[in-house]
């Protein structure tokens, strides 16, 4: 099983330029993007940012490029050929980040590497372990960028994407310990907050779900348990749209996550989960003709091949997932989030432009084969061979 691993922001349309440019390149967009972060933080809002920024956050490698250089790399930049995933300026809010394994992290950090503004929103009970870790340093091998700096992220939001507003939430869950400490995590209150300290968002990110009976065959599946994953998978992302919307730049777009179990049979994948991503699909292209006439928005879904990411390995096949792919694949190797980040990156950034209401695949081309080459049936059957 090869590694995947190619670290770039680029994309595959540009991936012949890449590959001799990308270091130049990116260390070059990431700099200028570092400057023009800090720059906007000492400006208009840094007295607000830095009362909202996590509480002793770990010291970030902020390099301070004299201004000739700047010149000098903007016009190497402009000299170069290709194209570039350029989101200096932009500003993204990431839901669904608890950890550096999934593909929420993968996503930020590409969108980083761009150029974006990094917020995050983490589920309240994971609040705590992702915070904490975050200012013990725990993440920050994780947290390199290609030109060596550490991502930063300027805020991070508790969330819980299945209440919309105070009023939904019932009274025992408000005092309850996994709870108790934090406020105004619903969604309503959630996107007040961005607005207040931020005031705007170019990019959303939709990187969470949850069904509590996923281990469950769909035949056994609860009426709850099949609401709650629709409700934390699938509504979850027209509420966090619906909230947003009015605080996106126009020319703004979103990207959620969602996996091939929307479309064919993923044994194993139970508890209503591939309903929701089927329902998730349909959504991404109904919303992203009432955002896109509303407000200028695109809604794009990544479906994204399997990722031992912590939600992942709660499903419990996750391991045979990655092996069926990586044997039955057009492309045999196993699939790296950072592949997924950069395809996010992509569509988010100014390239995709024409890009909406689309399902990409990022899954090493899984979804085109129709038959399992490993299965003892075509044992004898003709396969192209590696040179
Ligand atoms: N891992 C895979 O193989 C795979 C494949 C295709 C698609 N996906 C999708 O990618 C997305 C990210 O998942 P991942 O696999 O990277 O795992 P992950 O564990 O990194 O992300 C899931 C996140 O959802 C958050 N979450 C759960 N309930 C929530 C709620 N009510 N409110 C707010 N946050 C909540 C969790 O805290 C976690 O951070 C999901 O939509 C998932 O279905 C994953």
Not at 130 to 139: T, V
Not at 208 to 231: C, D, H
Not at 351 to 372: E, F, H, P, R
């Given at each position: 099983?090869?590694?995947?691993?190619?670290?770039?922001?680029?994309?595959?349309t540009a991936?012949?330029?890449?590959s001799?440019?990308q270091?130049?390149?990116?260390?070059?967009?990431?700099?200028?993007?570092?400057?023009?972060?800090?720059?906007?933080?000492?400006?208009?809002?840094?007295?607000?940012?830095?009362?909202?920024?996590?509480?002793?956050?770990?010291?970030?490698?902020?390099?301070t490029?004299?201004?000739?250089?700047?010149?000098?790399s903007?016009?190497e930049?402009?000299?170069?050929?290709?194209?570039?995933?350029?989101?200096?300026?932009?500003?993204?809010?990431?839901?669904?980040?608890?950890d550096?394994n999934g593909?929420?992290?993968a996503?930020?950090?590409?969108l980083?590497?761009?150029?974006?503004?990094i917020?995050?929103?983490t589920?309240?009970?994971?609040?705590?372990?992702?915070?904490?870790?975050?200012?013990?340093?725990?993440?920050?091998?994780?947290?390199?960028?290609?030109?060596?700096?550490?991502?930063e992220i300027?805020?991070?939001?508790?969330?819980?994407?299945v209440f919309?507003?105070?009023?939904?939430?019932?009274?025992?869950?408000?005092?309850?310990?996994r709870?108790?400490?934090?406020?105004?995590?619903?969604?309503?209150?959630?996107?007040e907050?961005?607005?207040q300290?931020?005031?705007s968002?170019?990019?959303?990110v939709?990187?969470?779900a949850?069904?509590?009976?996923?281990?469950?065959?769909?035949?056994?599946?609860?009426?709850?348990?099949?609401?709650?994953?629709i409700s934390?998978?699938?509504?979850?992302?027209i509420?966090?749209?619906?909230?947003?919307?009015?605080?996106?730049?126009?020319?703004?777009?979103?990207?959620?996550?969602?996996?091939?179990?929307?479309e064919?049979?993923?044994?194993?994948?139970?508890?209503?989960?591939?309903?929701?991503?089927?329902?998730?699909e349909s959504d991404?292209?109904?919303?992203?003709?009432?955002?896109?006439?509303?407000?200028?928005i695109?809604?794009?879904t990544i479906?994204?091949?399997?990722?031992?990411s912590?939600?992942?390995?709660?499903?419990?096949?996750?391991?045979m997932?990655?092996?069926?792919?990586?044997?039955?694949?057009p492309?045999?190797?196993?699939?790296?989030?950072?592949?997924?980040?950069?395809?996010?990156?992509?569509?988010?950034?100014?390239?995709?432009?024409?890009?909406?209401g689309?399902?990409?695949?990022v899954?090493?081309?899984?979804n085109?084969?129709?038959?399992?080459i490993?299965?003892?049936?075509?044992?004898?059957?003709?396969?192209?061979?590696e040179?």
């Amino acid at each position: 099983m090869a590694a995947a691993a190619n670290p770039t922001t680029g994309v595959a349309t540009a991936r012949t330029w890449i590959s001799s440019h990308q270091n130049l390149f990116m260390s070059t967009a990431t700099s200028l993007s570092t400057q023009s972060k800090t720059i906007s933080l000492s400006y208009s809002f840094s007295q607000k940012l830095n009362s909202v920024i996590l509480k002793s956050r770990p010291a970030v490698a902020i390099k301070t490029t004299s201004s000739s250089a700047i010149e000098t790399s903007a016009k190497e930049t402009s000299s170069l050929p290709g194209l570039l995933v350029d989101l200096r300026g932009k500003r993204a809010f990431i839901a669904g980040i608890a950890d550096d394994n999934g593909y929420g992290w993968a996503i930020a950090k590409s969108l980083a590497a761009a150029g974006a503004e990094i917020i995050v929103g983490t589920w309240v009970p994971a609040m705590n372990f992702f915070e904490s870790g975050l200012e013990r340093g725990e993440f920050d091998e994780s947290r390199v960028l290609p030109d060596g700096s550490l991502m930063e992220i300027s805020k991070v939001y508790p969330m819980d994407a299945v209440f919309d507003g105070p009023e939904d939430v019932p009274e025992d869950m408000k005092t309850s310990k996994r709870y108790a400490g934090y406020s105004k995590w619903t969604v309503k209150e959630l996107v007040e907050s961005v607005k207040q300290d931020f005031g705007s968002i170019d990019i959303l990110v939709h990187s969470l779900a949850n069904g509590p009976e996923v281990v469950k065959p769909l035949l056994e599946t609860s009426r709850f348990g099949y609401l709650a994953a629709i409700s934390a998978s699938s509504y979850s992302f027209i509420s966090l749209l619906q909230n947003f919307l009015p605080i996106m730049n126009p020319g703004g777009a979103t990207v959620s996550l969602s996996y091939i179990a929307a479309e064919r049979i993923i044994p194993g994948y139970g508890g209503g989960m591939s309903s929701a991503k089927a329902a998730l699909e349909s959504d991404t292209r109904v919303l992203a003709f009432e955002a896109g006439r509303k407000h200028n928005i695109r809604v794009n879904t990544i479906s994204a091949g399997p990722l031992r990411s912590r939600a992942a390995k709660a499903i419990g096949s996750i391991d045979m997932m990655i092996d069926y792919s990586s044997t039955n694949a057009p492309i045999q190797k196993e699939l790296s989030a950072e592949e997924v980040g950069n395809a996010a990156a992509f569509l988010a950034s100014p390239l995709a432009s024409a890009i909406t209401g689309t399902v990409l695949y990022v899954d090493n081309g899984l979804n085109a084969m129709a038959v399992s080459i490993d299965s003892p049936a075509l044992e004898n059957l003709h396969r192209p061979k590696e040179k």
